[in-house]
């Protein structure tokens, strides 16, 4: 092959990867296709569903952009310009552990109820509803700050358009995926950032078996007053509104009508609502608190990335995974210079896990099984803490992760969910040297990247 024939090859190669859709040119590219038919706008112009539905921004955004905009892509511990260390993770020299970083705004929230969501019914639109869950994202009016957490409501069929949330998850079902309970962290101080909430609906058209994502209304609070000033602590109410976040004010009826009524404002006010919108006991709201975080909370949470959006209830395995970067990243390593991948099967196990909240609800109870047993001069003692949680990655959590037969992870299909579920509950109880010399179990080939962490990845590069 001439030399000439392969330079051109790894060129075209190096020239694609450099073009494919990240940052502004991906959130440019999910503007534009907000605006094309799609299956939600056609419903609204036929009047099956109710004026302002759309198809979900956050939604196309997480399934457009891959991990990017998941919690373990922005877990990841980032580079810095230099590429010679990291800018969010740094190590106290006389503290010998993870050195902790205040930043300008980490609050809780918790989502309460919503009441009056529009919804759709079967007849009029052919749209099954498999399920209703709520995605959260900082976000500056013009684009996404951080990652997309999703938090699944509790819809009441006497009461159709009231969504309720549980905030306070016990061990066992439901999982975590429904704790309400969150902390947001950034540190940058602007009036124009906010919590997004979009509320979502998963569906499937009944005469196609078509499967897709809609909206039917979004709030948004902001995190600062017009003088600069951080909000208090309170209980909000937040008008939920109709459209995108990016057009103009459109309202949310309750009906189905054709149509969108828009109103005279854009974009999100100080009070998390439109001016001039529609008020009343029968307008759609959200209500969030806002709260201050405890201080042992509040430590934490100094330990993580500087921008992040996170269940409370994942906090203290967030801040574990943390401090093993710490140790294993700075502490440990011989050459701080040296990009190659490093063996550590605590952050390679670790990582895949915080985009699944059932494997995280294995990790929780399994943790307060054998947390309880400690003794308590054990639970004062750091390295054992670690050695416990080494332990319950390496042998409850790297079977499930390795487990050929369990199903691909698939949102508002409960179908899915509860063959995971049963597959999860039957690797928990079976001793793994059983189905790993299992003959009707095929597995596959060992790969080193299963024990390995990557300090080069996109993710520690790219965001």
């Known amino acids: 092959i001439p030399s000439n024939y392969v330079r051109v090859t790894l060129s075209e190669k190096r020239q694609s990867s450099y073009e494919s859709p990240r940052g502004k040119a991906l959130w440019d590219d999910l503007r534009s296709s907000m605006v094309q038919p799609s299956l939600a706008n056609v419903l ?58 205040s930043v300008a705004v980490t609050r809780g929230f918790s989502l309460l109820a919503a009441n009056n969501i529009p919804t759709v019914t ?42 309720k949330f549980s905030p306070k998850v016990q061990a066992g079902y439901p999982s975590m995926a429904y704790d309400a309970d969150c902390i947001a962290r950034i540190d940058a101080m602007s009036t124009d950032i906010a919590l997004l909430f979009e509320l979502c609906f998963t569906y499937e058209k009944t005469d196609t078996g078509e499967k897709g994502e809609m909206s039917c209304g979004w709030a948004g609070l902001p995190l600062f007053e017009s003088d600069g000033k951080a909000v208090v ?63 042992n909370v509040l430590e934490e949470c100094n330990t993580l990335p500087d921008v992040l959006i996170a269940p409370v209830g994942y906090l203290p395995f967030l801040s574990l995974a943390r401090s093993f970067m710490a140790d294993q990243l700075l502490r440990d ?31 929780r109870d399994k943790w307060k099984e054998e947390h309880k047993i400690l003794k308590r001069s054990q639970r004062r003692k750091p390295e054992e803490i670690k050695r416990l949680f080494s332990r319950i990655l390496i042998e409850n959590i790297y079977p499930i992760l390795q487990y050929p037969n369990l199903p691909e992870a698939e949102w508002g299909n409960e179908e899915k969910e509860q063959e995971r579920l049963e597959a999860i509950q039957n690797i928990k109880t079976t001793p793994a040297l059983d189905w790993f010399s299992d003959p009707e179990v095929c597995h596959k080939p060992f790969q080193i990247a299963e024990l390995t962490f990557n300090l080069t990845s996109e993710h520690a590069l790219t965001i």
């Open 44 to 101: 609204v112009q036929m009047g099956a569903v109710p004026s302002g539905f759309r198809s979900s921004t956050l939604g196309s955004l997480l399934a457009r952009s891959g991990a990017d905009f998941r919690l373990s892509a922005w877990f990841t511990p980032k580079l810095s310009k230099s590429h010679l260390s990291f800018r969010d993770l740094h190590w106290d020299q006389s503290a010998n552990k993870l050195r902790s970083r």
């Open 122 to 163: 079967q007849a009029a639109s052919g749209l099954s509803v498999l399920s209703r869950h709520v995605r959260v994202t900082l976000f500056n009016r013009s684009k996404v700050l951080s990652n997309i957490h999703t938090v699944r409501a509790v819809w009441i069929a006497k009461e159709n358009q009231t969504w």
């Open 233 to 295: 602590s309170r209980t909000v109410e937040l008008a939920v509104h109709g459209g995108t976040p990016f057009e103009s004010g459109v309202q949310l009826t309750t009906s189905t009508t054709t149509g969108a009524g828009a109103s005279d404002r854009k974009g999100i006010g100080r009070s998390g609502s439109l001016r001039g919108g529609k008020r009343g006991g029968s307008a759609p709201k959200l209500y969030v608190k806002l709260q201050y975080l405890r201080r």
């Open 333 to 363: 390593r011989l050459n701080e210079q040296d990009a190659a991948p490093i063996c550590s099967p605590n952050l390679s196990i670790f990582f895949p896990c915080v985009d699944h909240p059932d494997i995280m609800d294995v990790l």
